[in-house]
T-cell receptor, first 115, second 112 residues
């Protein structure tokens, strides 16, 4: 299996621009997570989906952030408009049937820099 | 509020020694706890999972303990090698919580 695939791997954008991060989870996994990692705040869960339905978005920092999962093999995290404080590594992860101690598989991350 | 603390941001040890990393938590009753390894520029990679009714788990040179009374997990790497140098994260989950909460990680450096 190719694992969780994220794109782009690196993005540098100007403040105010829209940023779209993409994720393809591992085939067959029914949970998908978006995390953000910074030196100051560590690894934070932003939102997670189960069977393409958003379950908990309490970690989404503000209305500028939105996430969608139109089908089982694709999800996006969008920031509009972007701000310098959004600079971080954004990880997508997937797993099968949470609640039973299943392993979370992370992608390699999307490194976002907003200038 | 729920809190997870991992011992010191950095841990330096000599090759061949045992590294011991600590994960303490408060205001939490996790059903299980996981340890992940993260290398620079990469995503976290799962290492071990231990459930609340298990005291100890082993995998090759790795050993994890889980004390729900002390609210603490210890992660041991025996006969450490420079290749073990990485950041190690603990993650807690409640039963059917559907989401994991991660500690900030401890960066281990094993010197030859």
């Amino acid at each position: 299996d190719a694992g969780v695939i994220q794109s782009p791997r690196h993005e540098v954008t100007e403040m105010g621009q829209e940023v779209t991060l993409r994720c393809k989870p591992i085939s067959g996994h029914d949970y998908l997570f978006w995390y953000r990692q910074t030196m100051m705040r560590g690894l934070e869960l932003l939102i997670y989906f189960n069977n393409n339905v958003p379950i908990d978005d309490s970690g989404m920092p503000e209305d500028r952030f939105s996430a969608k999962m139109p089908n089982a093999s694709f999800s996006t995290l969008k920031i509009q408009p972007s701000e310098p404080r959004d600079s971080a590594v954004y990880f997508c992860a997937s797993t099968l049937s949470r609640g039973s101690g299943n392993t979370i598989y992370f992608g390699e991350g999307s490194w976002l820099t907003v200038v | 509020s729920q809190k997870i603390e991992q011992n010191s941001e950095a841990l330096n040890i000599q090759e061949g020694k045992t590294a011991t990393l600590t994960c303490n938590y408060t205001n939490y009753s996790p059903a299980y706890l996981q340890w992940y390894r993260q290398d620079p520029g990469r995503g976290p990679v799962f290492l071990l999972l231990i459930r609340e009714n298990e005291k100890e788990k082993r995998k090759e040179r790795l050993k994890v303990t889980f004390d729900t009374t002390l609210k603490q997990s210890l992660f041991h790497i025996t006969a450490s090698q420079p290749a073990d140098s990485a950041t190690y994260l603990c993650a807690l989950d409640g039963t059917n919580a559907g989401k994991s909460t991660f500690g900030d990680g401890t960066t281990l450096t094993v010197k030859p």
